[in-house]
């Protein structure tokens, strides 16, 4: 009874272990706003790279037209599919005068399809001025080329 228990820890630990190490890299795709935002859809990246045991960290990427904003992010695996995240500051942007990006957090889940790793969930967020119009993430894996 023992072994199998070790068993099961290892397992579910070994299984979290590589989780994370899907998660790292280039992921790229949209990131939606419900209605009442500047735009219902808009360019999305993430570069993810493990720091440390459990953190996360990285760059986020959202764009539209001849805007964009970069950010930095930081975030955790929840179990083993899930990847919460949260951003904390604009790192560089271009924007129009009247616009304020969102810095934005959620919960992403990482799974494997057809089409290779895919990161999908809600996500929400603040500006200076309040809270953001919601949205969506659907983002796709990177394979790195040689």
Known sequence: MKKQ????ILLVCSSAVLAQDELLGQWTGIITQD????????????????EGKN???GRSYVYVENIYAEMALSGF?????MF????????????????EWCLKGGELKLE???????LTGRWQGTTPGGNCIPGEIMLKKVVPRV
């Open 77 to 81: 695996f929840v179990g083993s599919e």
């Open 84 to 99: 919460h995240f949260t951003e904390s500051r604009v790192v560089r942007s271009r924007d129009l005068p009247a616009l």
């Open 55 to 57: 953190l996360i960290t």
């Open 5 to 8: 228990l070790l068993l099961f």
């Open 112 to 118: 494997r399809t057809g089409k290779g790793w895919m």
């Open 35 to 50: 209605e009442g935002g500047y735009r219902s859809e808009y360019g999305f990246e993430l570069y993810l790279k493990k």
